[in-house]
C-alpha cells in the first residue's frame, strides 16, 4: 500500500505543479457562430452559385495547425460558409492551394480517404462536449465519418446518412456537404446550441490543422466553438432495413468430392425511431452480421494473449465506443469494457440511447445463438440454448469534458452467468491534464459445476499533453477471480503501474525545415503477479521523428523480464517503425523487431532470437484504382542450439477498382505458410447510402493437406501434401434504407 500511496501523491503532485503560463488570445477563442437560415436549399454540386454562398464566408483565413507540429498558421487559406435551414445544416470549403497540381485525392469506397487531402466538420450536436460526429470529406466528395467520445476516444465504425460533392478547382478544392439533422441527435427548439470545429488535412506536408486552434490547456471537446441556431424543429426520425442475405459454402471431402453445398437464405428487418431529436430506439430480428470484408491474417505463431479482431458489424458498429470505461486507453491490460465481438451470432437486438440535459444513457439487448450450437466434435449439453446479453451504460456529464458513469453488464445462459457492476470517472484539472478512472465488480456462476465466484478491478490514469512535453501514468489491479465475459482483456490477478514521460522538439534551423518534430521519450510498465507474487517488466528509451510527407521514424531498444511457468526470462529487442508518403501515387511503411525473446511453450519454454518485419504499400496509379501490398516475415531460433522453430511469411495484395463513390470492384489474396493457407475473396459492392446496399461475393480457401486413403481422412501440414481448394462460399446480401 505504501507503493500505491507514494505513486498516488506524485501523481497529485505533477497535477498540481505544472505552471501555466499567460498566453496569448488564441485563433477562434471566445467567437460563437451565429448562422444565417436560407429560404433556398443549395444544390450540393460543388459550385457555391447557390443564395446561401454569396454572403462573405463565416471564417475565412488560416487555419492553425495541430500535428506534427503544433500553434503554427496552415501553409493554405480556407474559407468556410455556414447555413441552415428546416431539415439540414450546410457547410461550404473553398480551401486554396499555391499547388494545386499537388493536391492528393481518390475515388474510394466510404472511410478510405485519409491518405488524401481532407476536410472535415466535427460536431457536437448536443452541445454537451462529451460527443462528437466527426464529418470528413476530400477533394472528389468521397466520405469518412468517425465517433469521438470521451469515454472511448475515435472510432471509424458508425456511418451516417449524408451528402457531398467536391472538385478540384484552378486554385485548390471546393466541398459541399448537406447535414440532414434527422441522422443526428441534437436539441430542438429554439436557440439551438450546438459546438463545431473545422479541420483540413493537406497530404504533401502531413499539416493537419484546426479552426478553432484547439486550446492545450483545455483539451479538444472543450475548444470546440459555440454555433447558435436561431431554431431547429424536431425530426421524424423513422428508419425500416428490410434485407435479404444468401450463402453457400461447401467443404471437401476427398480429392475428387465435395459434400453438399450448406446453404440458407436469411430475410432480416430492423427500425429506428427517434422517440425524441434526441432519444433513439433501434430493433433488429435476423439482422445480417456477415463480414463483408474479411479479417486479415495475423501472426498467430508463438501468442501469449488471444488477437483482437475490429467490430465490422453494422448493428454493433459504435456501441464499444460509448459504452468503454474512462481510463481504458489501449495501453492497459484491459483494451475495452465491452466488446461486442463477444456477441457471435445473434438471432435479435435492441438498442436504447440519448440524452437528456447533461445526461446520457444507452442499453443494448441480445440474443446469441452461439453457445447453443453444435460442435463439431463432442456433444453440446446447452445445444439449442441460446446466450442473453444486457448492458446498460449512463454519463453524467459535469463542467466542459468531465464526467462520472455507470455501466452494467451482464451474460446470461443456461444456469450460469456473468454479471458486472462499474462506476467510472473523468476529471480535467488545469494545463490540459486530466485523471480517468474506473471500478469494476463481477459477479460469475460456472453453468456445468454451479460453482460462484466473484472479483474486482480499478484503473487510474493520469494524462498531460502540451507542445513541450506529454505525461501518462497509469495504475490498475485486477482480482484472480474477475471474469467479464463482454470485456477485452489479458490477465487476472495482478496489479500494473505504467508511465510514459515524452518531452518534444521542433527543429527552427531552414537546412533541418524536412524535420517538423521529434521526440525523445521514456516508457515502461511493471506487473506485479498476485498469485506467483512475481514481477514482470517492460523498459525501453526511444525517439520518434515526425517529418514532411506525412513521413515518420521510431526506434526503441527494448528491456524485458517475464515470469512464464515457473521461471524469469530476461529479454531485449530493438524495434522500428517508419513510412511515409513518398508520392502522390505511393504510400510505404516499415516495421520490424530484432532480439532475443520467449517462446510460449507450457512444457518447455525456452529463448531465442526472434526476428518480426512487416512491409506495406498502397500503389494508386489513377483516382480510381489502388493496389495494397503486405508481407509479414517471422523467424524464431532457440538459442541453445540454434535449432530453427518456425520462419512464417504472410503475403496480402488487395486490388480495388472504384468506379465512382458508389461501386468497386475488390480482389483480395492472402497467403500463410505457417498455416499452409490460401485466401482469396472477390467482392463486387455498391452503396448508396449506408444501409442501402448490394454485395455480391465469392471466396476460396485452399489449405495444405494430405489425403490419408488408408483412413479417409485428412492430414494438415503434411511434408506430402499439396494445396487443395479446401473450401468455397458464395454470399449475396441485398438491402433498402427507408428513411420517412
Known amino acids: 500500500m505504501k507503493y500505491f500511496r507514494g505513486i498516488v501523491c506524485c501523481l497529485l503532485f505533477l497535477?498540481?505543479?505544472?505552471?501555466?503560463?499567460?498566453?496569448?488570445?488564441?485563433?477562434?477563442?471566445?467567437?460563437?457562430?451565429?448562422?444565417?437560415?436560407?429560404?433556398?436549399?443549395?444544390?450540393?454540386?460543388?459550385?457555391?452559385?447557390?443564395?446561401?454562398?454569396?454572403?462573405?464566408?463565416?471564417?475565412?483565413?488560416?487555419?492553425?495547425?495541430?500535428r506534427p507540429v503544433y500553434g503554427e498558421k496552415l501553409s493554405q487559406k480556407t474559407d468556410v460558409w455556414l447555413?441552415?435551414?428546416?431539415?439540414?445544416?450546410y457547410v461550404a470549403f473553398y480551401c486554396y492551394d499555391t499547388e494545386p497540381d499537388k493536391i492528393k485525392t481518390s475515388v474510394s469506397k466510404r472511410d478510405g480517404l485519409f491518405g488524401d487531402d481532407w476536410i472535415g466538420v466535427d460536431l457536437d450536436a448536443m452541445g454537451s462536449r462529451q460527443a462528437t460526429y466527426e464529418i470528413i470529406c476530400n477533394a472528389n466528395g468521397i466520405q469518412a465519418d468517425a465517433l469521438n467520445t470521451t469515454s472511448g476516444g475515435e472510432t471509424i465504425e458508425p456511418d451516417w446518412v449524408?451528402?457531398?460533392?467536391?472538385r478540384i478547382v484552378e486554385d485548390g478544392y471546393i466541398v459541399e456537404i448537406r447535414l440532414p439533422l434527422k441522422s443526428f441527435s441534437f436539441r430542438s427548439g429554439e436557440n439551438v446550441k450546438m459546438n463545431?470545429?473545422?479541420?483540413?488535412?493537406?497530404?504533401?506536408t502531413g499539416e493537419n490543422s484546426s479552426w478553432p486552434q484547439i486550446d492545450q490547456k483545455k483539451g479538444y471537446f472543450n475548444s470546440l466553438t459555440p454555433v447558435v441556431f436561431e431554431k431547429l424543429n424536431k425530426q421524424l426520425r423513422l428508419e425500416v432495413l428490410p434485407s435479404i442475405t444468401y450463402g453457400s459454402i461447401q467443404d471437401r471431402e476427398s480429392p475428387l468430392s465435395w459434400n453438399g453445398t450448406d446453404s440458407s437464405t436469411q430475410f432480416g428487418f430492423g427500425i429506428k425511431y427517434g422517440i425524441t431529436s434526441?432519444?433513439?430506439?433501434e430493433m433488429t430480428v435476423n439482422p445480417d452480421f456477415s463480414q463483408v470484408e474479411s479479417d486479415q491474417f495475423q501472426v498467430i505463431a508463438n501468442q501469449r494473449y488471444p488477437l483482437f479482431y475490429s467490430e465490422k458489424r453494422p448493428f454493433f458498429m459504435g456501441v464499444g465506443n460509448q459504452f468503454n470505461l474512462a481510463g481504458l486507453n489501449g495501453e492497459g491490460n484491459m483494451?475495452?469494457?465491452?466488446?461486442?465481438?463477444?456477441?457471435?451470432?445473434?438471432?435479435?437486438?435492441?438498442?436504447?440511447?440519448?440524452?437528456?440535459?447533461?445526461?446520457?444513457?444507452?442499453?443494448?439487448?441480445?440474443?446469441?445463438?452461439?453457445?447453443?450450437?453444435?460442435?463439431?466434435?463432442?456433444?453440446?449439453?446447452?445445444?439449442?440454448?441460446?446466450?442473453?446479453?444486457?448492458?446498460?451504460?449512463?454519463?453524467?456529464?459535469?463542467?466542459?469534458?468531465?464526467?462520472?458513469?455507470?455501466?452494467?453488464?451482464?451474460?446470461?445462459?443456461?444456469?450460469?452467468?456473468?454479471?458486472?457492476?462499474?462506476?467510472?470517472?473523468?476529471?480535467?484539472?488545469k494545463g490540459n491534464s486530466t485523471i480517468s478512472m474506473n471500478g469494476i465488480y463481477t459477479f460469475s456462476k460456472d453453468g456445468d459445476d454451479l460453482t460462484e465466484s466473484d472479483g474486482g478491478s480499478f484503473t487510474a490514469t493520469f494524462q498531460y499533453g502540451k507542445k513541450p512535453l506529454d505525461l501518462v501514468f497509469m495504475i490498475e489491479h485486477y482480482d484472480k477471480n474477475f471474469k467479464l465475459d463482454t470485456g477485452y482483456y489479458q490477465r487476472t490477478g495482478i496489479s500494473k503501474f505504467l508511465g510514459y514521460i515524452g518531452p518534444k522538439f521542433y527543429p527552427k534551423n531552414k537546412k533541418l525545415s524536412w524535420i517538423k518534430r521529434f521526440n525523445p521519450f521514456v516508457y515502461g510498465f511493471v506487473i506485479r503477479d498476485n498469485i506467483t507474487k512475481k514481477s514482470d517488466y517492460l523498459f525501453f528509451p526511444s525517439i520518434r521523428f515526425s517529418f514532411s510527407r506525412q513521413a515518420s521514424l521510431r526506434i526503441d531498444y527494448r528491456m524485458i523480464s517475464e515470469y512464464w511457468a515457473g521461471q524469469d526470462y530476461k529479454q531485449s529487442e530493438v524495434y522500428l517503425n517508419g513510412g511515409s508518403q513518398f508520392t502522390k501515387w505511393l504510400n510505404g511503411s516499415l516495421r520490424l523487431r530484432y532480439g532475443n525473446r520467449l517462446y510460449y511453450d507450457e512444457e518447455d519454454p525456452f529463448t531465442g532470437k526472434r526476428l518480426r518485419l512487416t512491409l506495406n504499400a498502397r500503389i494508386q496509379p489513377s483516382e480510381k484504382l489502388s493496389q495494397d501490398l503486405g508481407y509479414t516475415k517471422e523467424h524464431f531460433t532457440r538459442s541453445s542450439d540454434k535449432t530453427n522453430i518456425y520462419d512464417l511469411d504472410i503475403f496480402f495484395s488487395r486490388t480495388t477498382f472504384q468506379f465512382n463513390k458508389y461501386l468497386f470492384f475488390r480482389a483480395l489474396i492472402q497467403y500463410d505458410n505457417y498455416s499452409k493457407m490460401v485466401l482469396t475473396d472477390l467482392l463486387g459492392s455498391f452503396t448508396l447510402i449506408p444501409g442501402t446496399v448490394i454485395h455480391v461475393g465469392y471466396g476460396s480457401l485452399h489449405q495444405k493437406q494430405y489425403w490419408n486413403s488408408i483412413d479417409d481422412e485428412w492430414e494438415p501440414n503434411s511434408r506430402m501434401g499439396k494445396y487443395y481448394q479446401q473450401t468455397r462460399s458464395f454470399f449475396f446480401k441485398a438491402s433498402y434504407l427507408y428513411r420517412f
Open 162 to 166: 449524408w451528402d457531398s460533392a467536391g
Open 278 to 281: 434526441s432519444i433513439n430506439l
Open 335 to 429: 483494451r475495452t469494457a465491452v466488446h461486442t465481438r463477444m456477441i457471435v451470432d445473434p438471432s435479435w437486438g435492441g438498442k436504447v440511447s440519448g440524452t437528456s440535459g447533461k445526461s446520457s444513457f444507452g442499453l443494448l439487448f441480445a440474443n446469441d445463438k452461439w453457445p447453443g450450437r453444435e460442435f463439431g466434435d463432442g456433444e453440446n449439453p446447452d445445444l439449442g440454448k441460446n446466450a442473453g446479453f444486457y448492458l446498460g451504460r449512463y454519463k453524467l456529464g459535469f463542467k466542459g469534458d468531465s464526467y462520472a458513469g455507470f455501466l452494467y453488464s451482464g451474460k446470461e445462459f443456461g444456469e450460469g452467468y456473468n454479471r458486472a457492476v462499474a462506476a467510472d470517472l473523468r476529471l480535467r484539472l
Open 196 to 204: 463545431l470545429a473545422f479541420y483540413r488535412f493537406i497530404s504533401r
Open 15 to 66: 497535477s498540481i505543479s505544472i505552471l501555466i503560463p499567460a498566453a496569448e488570445k488564441l485563433v477562434g477563442e471566445g467567437v460563437t457562430l451565429y448562422p444565417e437560415k436560407t429560404d433556398k436549399p443549395p444544390k450540393i454540386n460543388a459550385i457555391l452559385d447557390d443564395n446561401a454562398w454569396q454572403k462573405p464566408p463565416i471564417i475565412s483565413g488560416y487555419f492553425i495547425s495541430n
Open 83 to 89: 447555413s441552415y435551414d428546416e431539415d439540414n445544416v
